[in-house]
């Protein structure tokens, strides 16, 4: 036999062959929508210690590079803390609160203060993954964060209960509450914000001495809040102040409130707790902000005592007990929140319980009970949620 004949051959042969094997292949089963639901009634419960580490459970998209995936609610983690004053360490945040979050679950997150399980109500809500912030240049880390919120808070929701999204974030250090700002600046305009922490962060960049200063120094966790109101961000407006709750930090000077009171912020302290209660906080949280105009809120877990919540980057002594913050966040569940953060986390410094993280997780399911919870009150809805009750072993 001729070579060319036999190379014919040949390839005559592999052809039949893969056409063969290749039509054995591709005989896909088609599955009824009866066969599915069996098979997630089946295999498709989570307990918490199973399943890939999304927060609470929920389903997971990388919402940044799947914008097909819409949400009403998003988790975002921002694991950032190069603009640490002190111990770094809260890059490791996100996926320190998203472990910590193992034992929230659908089917076991009814929240009998707010009447409602916030995972099984209207609002999707969906675990979106983290902004690949880059370590390594604050400016460039800014640009992404500030154009990640953007992205994400410009996305159509699902539910006609909203005309925008919402963003909770998981820190990360709190200077990233600056790019999230910028964000909801572009849909809302200046936006009031409650804030809950150990220190002021209103800081004027020159409060922190450096003879090597620059443009870029000026950008820190403790300044972020003078920097968003210096770019018209945040509510100017002599009786639309902003709150700051929990404070009991050292200054440099009385001219640190005289920077703060130039900023339009009422001061709560620690010790306020003390003689007025956590419904004394609460009162005067509400009678400030309201419940018509859009706020934000930032939880540092450092205005936890640092006997309940040690893994933080600047701890201080003195602070608000865990039990005390849950109770005063249930208390405002009226306010308008458009976004949220709960930063600061630096997961190396708790101990082994996961105290630290596990109380930035539950500040999280307050957070995002009263979201939901607004929602429905706003369209004068009872939230009636049914499900299957199940003993958790």
């Known amino acids: 036999m001729r070579p060319r004949a036999f190379l014919c051959l040949a390839l005559s042969y592999g052809t039949a062959l893969v056409r063969a094997c290749g039509g054995h292949a591709h005989e896909v089963r088609e599955w009824t929508q009866e066969e599915l639901d069996e098979l997630e009634k089946k295999w498709g419960t989570e307990w918490g210690f199973s399943g890939i580490s999304a927060f609470a459970h929920l389903d997971y998209h990388k919402c940044l590079t799947t914008p097909s995936e819409l949400f009403d609610i998003a988790i975002i983690g921002a694991p950032f803390d190069t603009a640490v004053s002190y111990r770094p360490g809260a890059r490791f945040g996100p996926r320190a609160i998203r472990a910590a979050s193992a034992r929230q679950t659908s089917f076991r997150g009814y929240n009998p203060r707010a009447g409602l ?28 964060m500030t154009a990640a919120f953007t992205e994400l808070g410009a996305r159509t929701p699902v539910s006609p209960l909203l005309s925008r999204p919402k963003l909770v974030t998981l820190g990360g250090d709190h200077s990233l509450s600056l790019p999230a700002l910028r964000a909801l600046h572009a849909v809302y305009g200046p936006v009031r914000v409650l804030h809950f922490d150990a220190h002021l962060d209103t800081w004027h960049p020159a409060k922190y001495p450096s003879y090597w200063a620059s443009e870029q120094a000026r950008f820190t966790h403790g300044s972020m809040f003078w920097l968003a109101g210096a770019e018209g961000l945040l509510s100017n407006q002599s009786g639309a102040a902003n709150v700051h709750a929990g404070l009991r930090t050292r200054l440099s000077g009385t001219g640190d ?40 809120l930032s939880v540092d877990i450092d205005v936890l005592d640092p006997a309940f919540a040690p893994g933080t980057g600047t701890p201080e002594p003195g602070g608000w007990t865990t039990r005390e913050l849950i109770r005063i966040l249930r208390g405002i569940e009226g306010l308008n929140l458009v976004g949220a953060d709960v930063v600061e986390v630096a997961p190396a410094y708790q101990g082994v319980g996961e105290e630290t993280a596990l109380a930035a997780a539950q500040v999280v399911f307050e957070i995002l009970s009263s979201m939901v919870k607004k929602g429905l009150g706003e369209m004068g809805k009872t939230a009636k949620v049914e499900g299957v009750v199940r003993d958790e072993l």
């Open 117 to 144: 399980n916030p995972y099984a109500n209207w609002a999707r809500i969906l675990d979106c993954g983290d902004i690949p912030v880059v370590p390594v240049d604050n400016a460039v880390a800014v640009r992404q």
């Open 257 to 296: 409130w005289d920077d703060d009171d130039a900023q339009n912020w009422v001061r709560i302290s620690a010790d306020d707790v003390d003689d007025l209660g956590t419904k004394g906080i609460v009162d005067s949280i509400m009678q400030t902000l309201g419940t018509e105009d859009p706020v934000y």
